[in-house]
């Protein structure tokens, strides 16, 4: 670890260290990077039907201008983080974010389904380049204690508001500019974001090599794992096709392992993983983006199908889960200054958990107020309260030379997560909703599209019950994160600069 690392945060240690002289235009750059590459994970959701209209898309291409970021970003976050750390991670996070904007640019354009789809991907790759780097920044940019805490909090805070913010933004641009401005929105963004990065430190690079080999085995197993998920969820686990991506990816995936262990300089340090309280952190990291990302998905369906709201509706409807993420982070970030990660995380997981619980009890008729609007407020203030102490525990105590991949598995972890939310509890709904009325989704919009209000009632009533189920699994997963949060992380709370000068 750098020395500025461990003699933590007195001025002299900043100055030696190379810490940010002006902290809070460093803290604005990375949080408004990660709010952007967070907030495209979700901001075209609302705005699909306007872009199947437009460019005429079938109902499979429509699916893939979501997932070909997803897999494009879940999948290459390890090589991006650990780019950083070899190349610099000021330079290579210009380089994430210069990416980013001209794929924006370029879907935003699109005459077609095949060129949006090619740039959802680029913006995958753009986004798996700087989140990383963002958060490595941080460790570049602050020293240890409470302005790094502030920091992780703010930046935690931006990876929870972004998601549901997304959503919001998505509906407002869609109803009333047009669904190209959902992608054109990140060019004077992205172009704020690059006039500001002068202001960050960089840090001292890594005089190590890159794994080529592990690296193209890694980031491909990943690729073939999301999508062999992600189709999966869409076919209901059958076909060929499903099968082999599947089988690759434990092939690739075994041979990444291999050669991890093997390695001088390995893409993802195993050391990394061996604490217990980390390896516990990144699998609580899993399950939390495995139920929040799926609880957007059967939110915004039920919203849209069975409550009639048009986008702008929905997207303001989530105000309040973004009202209890943005109230309880800044909580969060103060308490684990004084407690444990895990004191505040598990409860908030549990929380969250019991807000799923409410939501589980929705009905076709369920009112905004005395339901939905609770509910989500309670589940987002219990993952507010988890956002901040789960980055400090990915990364705290990390070697800076690691901190690249150690930001890029948290990352990982959060996007496999929610691959895996999104194509399992998918599929989970759907097979409890066909009990009710067979193929209910597709019997509801031939419905609608028929005027046949009673059957559009039956489909209702069979969908709301599929999301229901998904969402108490939902809730069963959150409830196990808090478990291993309580059993399994053991680190106490982070050391005071003080502490480690003595």
């Given at each position: 670890?750098?020395?500025?690392?461990?003699?933590?945060?007195?001025?002299?240690?900043?100055?030696?260290?190379?810490?940010?002289?002006?902290?809070?235009?460093?803290?604005?750059?990375?949080?408004?990077?990660?709010?952007?590459?967070?907030?495209?994970?979700?901001?075209?959701?609302?705005?699909?039907?306007?872009?199947?209209?437009?460019?005429?898309?079938?109902?499979?291409?429509?699916?893939?201008?979501?997932?070909?970021?997803?897999?494009?970003f879940g999948g290459l976050m390890l090589l991006g983080g650990r780019a950083g750390d070899l190349f610099g991670r000021r330079r290579v996070f210009r380089l994430g974010i210069v990416t980013f904007v001209l794929a924006s640019a370029l879907g935003g354009l699109a005459p077609g389904a095949a060129l949006l789809i090619g740039a959802r991907v680029l913006q995958g790759l753009g986004a798996a380049v700087a989140a990383p780097t963002a958060l490595a920044l941080i460790a570049t940019n602050f020293p240890e204690g409470r302005q790094r805490n502030r920091a992780m909090g703010t930046y935690a805070a931006m990876a929870g508001v972004g998601s549901v913010l997304g959503l919001i933004l998505g509906g407002l641009l869609t109803e009333y500019l047009d669904w190209r401005w959902v992608l054109l929105v990140n060019i004077p963004i992205g172009i704020g974001v690059l006039a500001g990065t002068s202001v960050l430190e960089e840090a001292d690079r890594d005089d190590g090599g890159l794994d080529v080999v592990g690296a193209a085995?890694?980031?491909?197993?990943?690729?073939?794992?999301?999508?062999?998920?992600?189709?999966?969820?869409?076919?209901?686990?059958?076909?060929?096709?499903?099968?082999?991506?599947?089988?690759?990816?434990?092939?690739?995936?075994?041979?990444?392992?291999?050669?991890?262990?093997?390695?001088?300089?390995?893409?993802?340090?195993?050391?990394?993983?061996?604490?217990?309280?980390?390896?516990?952190?990144?699998?609580?990291?899993?399950?939390?983006?495995?139920?929040?990302?799926?609880?957007?998905?059967?939110?915004?369906?039920?919203?849209?199908?069975?409550?009639?709201?048009?986008?702008?509706?929905?997207?303001?409807?989530?105000?309040?889960?973004?009202?209890?993420?943005?109230?309880?982070?800044?909580?969060?970030?103060?308490?684990?200054?004084?407690?444990?990660?895990?004191?505040?995380?598990?409860?908030?997981?549990?929380?969250?958990?019991?807000?799923?619980?409410?939501?589980?009890?929705?009905?076709?008729?369920?009112?905004?107020?005395?339901?939905?609007?609770?509910?989500?407020?309670?589940?987002?203030?219990?993952?507010?309260?988890?956002?901040?102490?789960?980055?400090?525990?990915?990364?705290?105590?990390?070697?800076?030379?690691?901190?690249?991949?150690?930001?890029?598995?948290?990352?990982?972890?959060?996007?496999?997560?929610?691959?895996?939310?999104?194509?399992?509890?998918?599929?989970?709904a759907a097979t409890v909703a066909d009990t009710r009325l067979p193929r209910a989704g597709l019997v509801y919009l031939d419905a609608v599209d028929d005027g046949d209000t009673a059957l559009v009632r039956r489909a209702q009533e069979a969908m709301t019950y599929g999301y229901t189920r998904a969402l108490a699994c939902g809730a069963g997963v959150f409830l196990t994160g808090a478990l291993i949060m309580a059993f399994v992380v053991t680190a106490g709370k982070p050391d005071k600069p003080s502490d480690r000068t003595r």
């Open positions: 670890m750098s020395s500025a690392l461990q003699t933590g945060a007195g001025p002299d240690a900043a100055a030696a260290g190379g810490f940010s002289r002006r902290p809070v235009l460093a803290l604005l750059v990375i949080a408004a990077a990660e709010l952007m590459v967070v907030l495209d994970a979700t901001i075209v959701n609302i705005a699909l039907p306007s872009i199947q209209s437009g460019l005429g898309m079938s109902d499979s291409g429509l699916a893939w201008v979501v997932n070909a970021y997803a897999v494009a085995a890694g980031t491909a197993g990943l690729l073939c794992l999301i999508y062999g998920v992600t189709r999966g969820g869409q076919t209901h686990w059958t076909g060929l096709v499903t099968a082999v991506y599947i089988a690759a990816a434990a092939v690739l995936l075994v041979v990444f392992m291999e050669r991890q262990t093997r390695s001088a300089h390995p893409m993802l340090p195993l050391r990394v993983l061996r604490d217990r309280s980390r390896a516990g952190t990144y699998a609580t990291l899993f399950l939390t983006g495995f139920g929040m990302f799926s609880t957007f998905y059967f939110l915004t369906f039920y919203m849209q199908h069975v409550l009639d709201y048009g986008a702008v509706r929905t997207g303001l409807a989530y105000l309040p889960f973004s009202a209890g993420i943005g109230i309880m982070a800044p909580v969060a970030s103060k308490l684990v200054v004084r407690l444990p990660p895990r004191l505040v995380a598990a409860p908030g997981l549990a929380v969250a958990a019991a807000g799923m619980l409410w939501l589980s009890r929705l009905t076709p008729h369920s009112s905004y107020t005395g339901t939905l609007l609770p509910a989500m407020f309670l589940t987002a203030a219990g993952l507010g309260c988890c956002f901040v102490p789960l980055t400090l525990g990915a990364v705290s105590g990390v070697d800076e030379s690691d901190s690249g991949s150690a930001s890029g598995l948290l990352n990982t972890a959060q996007q496999l997560g929610g691959a895996f939310g999104v194509a399992s509890l998918a599929m989970l």
